[in-house]
């Protein structure tokens, strides 16, 4: 048997463990290859390969220890040798393996043990072609470990772990540094071995082979999901990912979507609205790193470059969930599910005419935001077992933290991010956040979804300075019914039909609160049969409501708002005649009921109806501020349209996802916050075509200060409800990107601005290379496009620096419009700018009136704003001030 019982890292010098980590390794492939099926434990691929890696860059007894199981040592032992206790190989390597564990282990043998293996020819043709498509953890193994690293001497090993830690990739490496890191910031390698400098990190035990008995509830808090408009059920939906990567031209930009990916069908008619003449001219970027396409060069040149390529990432959802059930989703990078179709189509769609949603609603020409864009897919996102599709899909911190090292590796040069967590992280927990930290140093532009959580406070997710957070609005275009909304092109057999409330129609055995809300299986066939019914919003999703009514009338329904949905309407492509109401018509309809003996409705089919008004409005789902996270930040930045909203869909989900629906479309009709993210993400990368020079922060700068805030009508925009919206709910106001390319003015900001702002903030070790001056700072000193002071008392004075990108010889002259019950005062209200790119620095004091004290809540907020003009441009900034 292989001595384990005997070895101690204390006693035994690097290299010698290293001459035993290779054997061992040996042992993990053998055992592989020749043990009896009934010692096999779940032994693929990516598990060995995970084994051999711990083994061979922890120090053996950690690995041993603290990442093996009983099963998996006992498999090692047998492996070794017939007869338990001799210790040698016994056996030669087994041919046949895949390529990609066949050489890492041929390179472990040669680089440990000598060219004592015939195989040195075959390494050498190996390692040319070895792709990793099966061994993404180990792309640094290549650049560091066959290095001169392994050839340092003994006194420079504490250098040698440093050098370990820097070969990872950069988030995984910031959390390993971070869970090393001692009190006084520094992280001591002299006392930790290899193996705790891999076990020790959070993100890697969350890649433990074996799931331990009794403790899913562990990964809980690794669950991230969708911002998909779903919002009347606790969990969201899947994830979306843009980025946008510079080519040549204006427009010709790369738009990379980490999601549920894109539509699967390799068709022309599938794909007419991914594909572009003039794109096809081009050839492929360069600079974007070929291992884009492994696995996808079919789709890929059926996509005619327009998708310039694609990946998934599943580790971290299988090691929670186990093997993906592939009748579920598609383990590869294509969409079975139709979110990211979606928000792809939407960011970077070309111009297709002729096209509408089920039954011709929304007729017309499509268009992405970036028609000349080209997509590059990261797929992060899964099924969840037992659950049904309408319900969403699931992300992992692992993978989303993969993804996003891929997406900045490949130099993007935007990601748009429709993810949000259930609860707001703090930065340092928060793998979205820290993902945009590392892609701003290298000025990728991040937008994000502000989430579906609303209309409550504190909701927000996605709230870092340095990120793009979008809220949803809506559109000037609606779905009208006699009463209504609907985009259900279903006729009723007869003109009238006995209208119920469902709570009337219940099954003995629920609670006519639940019954009221059709949930499934609340309804009785035999009382609902023949009959339209009139159902709530709240528990359950909608399409879910229309199921259960197809299931138990199969005649219509009416969705009724409540209350806080107000006149917001979603139209979802229902399996029967249906239509939705605002809660002022759901009052009107049950007080129908109740005054007639025997009330009568009839459901027609709606019709696109254009220039609505009033429009926008602000979805009651977008989730809203201030951020408990960072409450010195306003956000969210800004809204765009989230509101049924019309993009391309995958032919492997229908359009309501549900189990009973077998329907296929080529465009569908959602809502949320994942529908507004990606149209900043198409707006962003026409902005960097424009100004390819401009800072991420200079464009998040653009986008605020042009935003606009009055409506088709001319008024202030409003909630769902008619009430005056804020900027907790818009920001600095609705996108209008033709306003974007010139703001006259911006607010920068460097990567060491938003370090400083993390200090100020009590986060210190994000950026090991950086360290927090003893200077005090507070996070609103931040060179932000907007002010947020969440607790004044007597007087608050904030500095700006303004950066001229208009026209030289420039003055600007300064107003406010004050918060009610304070004064504000800008200093200088002059500034000149003598040339392009010229700097200028000014205060803004924020100061509660004496004489308004008693008027001005404590407990609530109130908004104002500050301009600068200089007769063509408007560079505006909102105010939310709250007393102390």
Sequence with gaps: MFPFSYFSSESISDRQISILIHRVSMYVTIATATASPENRVNRTDPTICKMIVMGFTGQLRGWWD??????????????????????????????????????????????FGGRFTNQYENIKTLLNGLKCQHLGEFRWYKDTFLSSIMDLPESKYDHWKAKFIDGLPPLFAERVRKSLRGSYGEVQYSEKTYGQLIVASEVNRRLALSKTPGRDTTFNDLKIEVEHLKREIVSLKQNQMISNH?????????????????????????????????????????????DYFLGMMQIVTAHKWKIIG???YIKGYEQYYGPLNRTLDYRSPRDKDGHGTHTSSTAGGKN????????????????????????????????IPKVGKEDGNTCFDEDMLAALDDAIADGVDVISISIGTKEPQPFDQDSIAIGALHATKKNIVVSCSAGNSGPAPFTLSNTAPWIITVGASSVDRTFLSPFGQTVTPYKLKKKMYPLVYAKEVINSNVTKDLARQCLPGSLSSEKAKGKIV??????????????????????????????????????????????????????????????????????????????????????????????????????????????NILAAW?????????????????YNIISGTSMSCPHVGGAVALLK?????????????ALITSTGLQNNVGEQITDASGKPADPFQFGGGHFRPSKTADPGLVYDASYQ???????????????????????????????????????????????RRLTNVGVPKSVYFASAKPPLGFSVEISPPILSFKYVSSKRTFTITVKAQSDMMGSIPRDQYVFGSYSWNDGIHNVRSPIAVKLA
């Design 66 to 111: 603290n990442f093996l199981d009983d099963d998996k040592r006992e498999a090692i032992f047998n492996a070794t040798n017939d007869k338990p206790g001799k210790g040698n190989l016994g056996r030669p390597l087994r041919a046949g393996r895949s390529d990609a564990v066949y050489t890492l282990m041929l390179t472990i043998i040669e680089h």
């Design 650 to 666: 995958s032919g492997g989900s229908s359009p309501t996802k549900l189990d009973i629906d077998n329907r296929v479309v080529e």
């Design 534 to 643: 009139i159902c709530l919003r709240g528990h359950g999703t909608r399409v879910e409501k229309g199921g259960e009514m197809k299931r138990a009338a199969e005649i219509g329904y009416i969705l009724g708002n409540s209350k806080t949905n107000g006149a917001e309407l979603a139209a979802d492509a229902h399996l029967l005649p249906a239509t939705a109401v605002d809660y002022k018509s759901v009052v009107q309809i049950l007080n129908y009921i109740k005054s007639t003996k025997a009330p009568m409705a009839y459901i027609v089919p709606g019709k696109t109806v254009l220039h609505t008004k009033p429009a926008p409005y602000m979805a009651s789902f977008t989730s809203r501020g201030p951020s408990a996270v960072a409450p010195d930040i306003l956000k969210p930045d800004i809204t765009a349209p989230g509101l």
């Design 246 to 290: 510079r080519i040549s031209k204006i427009e010709e930009k790369i738009i990379e979507i980490p999601e549920t990916s894109f539509t699967s069908k390799v068709k022309d008619k599938d794909l007419e609205y991914f594909e572009n003449d003039e794109i096809d001219k081009l050839s492929p970027t360069e600079d974007l790193k070929r």
């Design 753 to 799: 601005d938003y370090l400083l702002f993390l200090c100020a903030s009590g986060v210190e070790d994000l950026d090991k290379s950086f360290k927090c001056p003893k200077k005090s700072y507070s996070p609103r000193d931040l060179n932000y496009p907007s002010l947020a002071i969440p607790s004044l008392n007597g007087t608050v004075t904030v500095s």
């Design 352 to 383: 297709v005419p002729n096209v509408s949603a089920i039954g011709g609603f929304a007729s017309g020409t499509a268009s992405g935001g970036a028609p000349l864009a080209r997509l590059a897919i990261y797929k992060v996102c899964w099924a």
């Design 310 to 312: 694609a990946r998934y």
């Design 689 to 701: 075509a424009i100004h390819p020079t401009w800072s991420s922060a200079a464009i998040r700068s």
